[in-house]
């Protein structure tokens, strides 16, 4: 059994007997006449009955959020139709009924009547949208994409900021059978056409700048470029960050060769009825990207049902958002966050789409933009709540009374940040850490308003999601660390990779570990009080004699010492004969001279243990970072073997991509030290 850690959060009287999840287990019990007492008897209920537990959420939230009436196919008949096998790689969902749905339907039927969205820009300025308005301008531009021949299969993509048009492409493109893809526009040309190329789209929706940190950047080049570089465009439409000639001086550009709309023009054209294709639970909805960290990234194709059904549960059972509820989540188009956040209109709440910089003028920005709009769930980054701890930041000041829950992703979230975001919030206040990914594009351990919320942990595995953590040999292990898996189907796992039909790259990728249970590829510890401690990527992970280490805890030491700014370890065994433990670090102003070196050795001998003292501490300009902000260390760990650093990242979707020329240098005079 392991120490207890502090507690700083416990369930309300509301979160125990009022929140969405109380109210569902009241449901449960009623309809099934048993008790869940707790909620560890819910969840086990989730995975056990995994069949009825989906019959009966969908049932429910059907109900309550009254979609029943739009199809008597929004039916399941039969809980035996729900999977065809509790083997994680080889079940289908729904695969033999007649049940149907279709995402966009269910979101413009769920949506915030007054307020479904709204859109926020970096100097505040905030544009609101009602379930009728966001509808119609979904119907005008469903009616455009079905005028230039679009249909059911076709691929859409959108080259995006977080915003109403994203919004409205990605249901648009849904309503009609579509698939959606996005890229956030920061990411350059190689990196867009490295994703979209591969998808053969139909259809681009694109902006012609966008703004960021006060400076705004035109994409003419670009798009000129990503055009040519997607011969299978049949149509492209553009949209302009403020004045909508921009837009149609470049769609009169004769150089794009291709029917070209301006989409300020087509919202505000005549109003069309609305036809959604009614889809099988397995029809494609979107397509992701993995970060890829060799060979062109991934394209992970996800499913009407599996989204509807996974999105709708996490969303309202877990982050309790309902009417009445404004969700903010700091993203791009580019990160899976963002296809979690737009979901949110499906529980009814408010959506708030941020464009612009988390740290506008100052780092606490993305918090006064919260404070501003009466936000009541804001999620972000552990990296971007790590670095207010680290600049000071007063969050107590800054009016965050609306706040309920603060959701934290893209990285383990450490203790000290816990202990820094209580020294100023109440203990009202849910500091959620949730970790999941793209690949199932959710959160599958988290929290929910029946938790407590203690320092370093995540609180659970959510409803639905059996997760384990297993030793080499595929035995569960509690209170050690190993591979984070899950051992049942989850709905929005996905269907496949995109060009590969049999799977045999998704068996490669997750299931070729453990038979029949999903290698998440992360390095956690199921602890016997219940929670979770996940320590970062497995591939990623520090071994020395056989002692592992997740990099989180690693970070949170060297960090911790004064002058260090950033940093980042690889271990390269496997790439070296011996292999050698590199730690990279950033500093402030002052030098990385052997004083300093000492005191972080002292520090992790100390604080971590002797044997992850690094063999090498060298100082570096900036640490590589995806435009999500995630740390490349497992490129970065490869380039100590024979690739270069350049091969081993897609530099488009770096935020610095300037850090690669510095660190090969760097790298590459390690390796001669071998
Ligand atoms: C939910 C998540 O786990 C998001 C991420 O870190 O990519």
């Known amino acids: 059994m392991t120490q207890k850690a502090k507690t700083f959060h416990k369930p309300s009287q509301y979160d125990l007997n009022s929140s969405n999840i109380a109210r569902f287990i009241d449901y449960l019990e009623q309809h099934l006449g048993r008790e869940f007492p707790n909620y560890d008897s819910l969840h086990n209920f989730s995975v056990e009955e995994m069949e009825e537990f989906w019959v009966l959420w969908w049932n429910y939230f059907a109900e309550t959020s009254r ?71 979904v119907g005008r531009v469903a009616n455009q994409l079905k005028q230039v021949g679009l249909s059911k299969g076709d691929v859409v993509c959108g080259y ?117 294709e009614p889809m099988e639970f397995s029809d494609p909805l979107w397509i992701l990207f993995s970060s890829g960290t060799t060979g062109l990234p991934k394209g992970i194709v996800q499913s009407h049902g599996g989204i509807v059904f996974e999105h709708s549960k996490v969303l309202s059972l877990h982050l309790d958002l309902g009417p009445g509820s404004r969700f903010f989540w700091y993203t791009t188009t580019g990160w899976m966050m963002w296809n979690f956040l737009v979901s949110g209109v499906l529980t009814g709440a408010t959506v708030l789409l941020y464009d612009g910089s988390p740290t506008y003028i100052e780092v606490e920005h993305t918090f006064k933009v919260c404070a501003q709009n009466q936000v009541t769930h804001l999620g972000t980054s552990a990296p ?106 989850m709905p929005s796992m996905p269907l496949y990779f995109w060009n590969d039909h049999d799977r045999l790259r998704l068996h490669e990728a997750y299931f070729a570990t453990f038979e029949g249970a999903w290698r998440h590829g ?62 990279f670090v950033v500093t402030d102003a002052r030098e990385l001279d052997s004083y300093l070196k000492e005191t972080i050795r002292d520090a992790i001998r100390r604080e971590l243990s002797p044997r992850h003292v690094p063999d090498i501490i060298e100082a570096i300009q900036s640490v590589p970072r995806t435009i999500n902000g995630k740390k490349m260390e497992v490129p970065i760990r490869k380039a100590f073997g024979a690739t270069f650093l350049r091969d081993a990242v897609s530099e488009g979707s770096m935020a610095n991509p300037e850090s690669i020329e510095d660190l090969q240098t760097v790298i590459d005079r390690l390796k001669l030290q071998r």
């Open 522 to 583: 992360d390095w956690a510890e199921k602890r016997s009080d219940g929670g979770y401690i996940v320590y970062g990527r497995s591939d990623a992970t520090l071994n020395r004699d056989g002692v592992r280490m997740g990099t989180a805890d690693f970070y949170a030491v060297v960090e911790g010492v004064a002058g260090v700014k950033d940093s980042l370890v690889v271990d390269t065994s496997g790439f070296e004969k011996n292999g050698r433990l590199v730690l």
């Open 160 to 276: 995006l900021t977080n915003s109403v048009a994203s919004l409205v492409g990605l249901l648009a493109t849904a309503s009609i059978g579509a698939i959606w893809s996005s890229c956030s526009p920061e990411f350059g040309t190689r990196a867009v056409l490295d994703r979209f190329a591969q998808l053969s789209p139909k259809f681009l929706l694109a902006t012609t700048s966008y703004r960021f940190n006060g400076k705004k950047f035109d994409k003419e080049e670009n798009l000129k470029e990503i055009i040519r570089g997607l011969p299978s465009l049949k149509a492209v439409m553009l949209t302009a960050l403020e004045d909508a000639r921009d837009a149609h001086s470049l769609a009169s550009l004769a150089a794009f060769e291709r029917t070209v709309l301006c989409f300020e023009d087509v919202i505000n054209s005549g109003d069309h009825d609305m036809f959604f």
């Open 384 to 489: 971007y709540l790590a670095s207010c701890m680290r600049s000071q930041v007063d969050l107590g000041k800054l009016g965050l009374e609306s706040v309920k829950t603060i959701g934290s992703t893209g990285a383990p979230l450490t203790g000290d940040v816990y202990h820094w975001v209580y020294s100023h919030l109440s203990s009202d206040v849910s500091l959620v850490s949730a970790s999941g990914g793209t690949d199932l594009c959710t959160a599958f351990l988290g929290s929910s308003p029946l938790h407590e919320i203690r320092e370093g942990e995540i609180s659970c595995a959510m409803l639905g999601a059996d997760v384990a953590v297993f030793d080499d040999k595929g035995d569960e292990v509690v209170d050690q660390v190993g591979e984070l898996v899950i051992r049942n189907p």
């Open 67 to 137: 979609v029943t009436h739009l199809s008597p196919k929004l039916q399941i008949k039969r809980k035996q139709d729900v999977l065809t096998s509790r083997d994680a790689e080889r079940a289908r969902w729904l695969s033999d009924s007649s049940f149907r749905l279709n995402y966009a339907q269910l979101a413009l039927a769920c949506a915030n009547e007054s307020e479904a969205v709204v859109q926020i820009d970096e100097d505040g300025k905030t544009t609101s949208y009602t379930k009728e308005s966001l509808a119609k301008l």
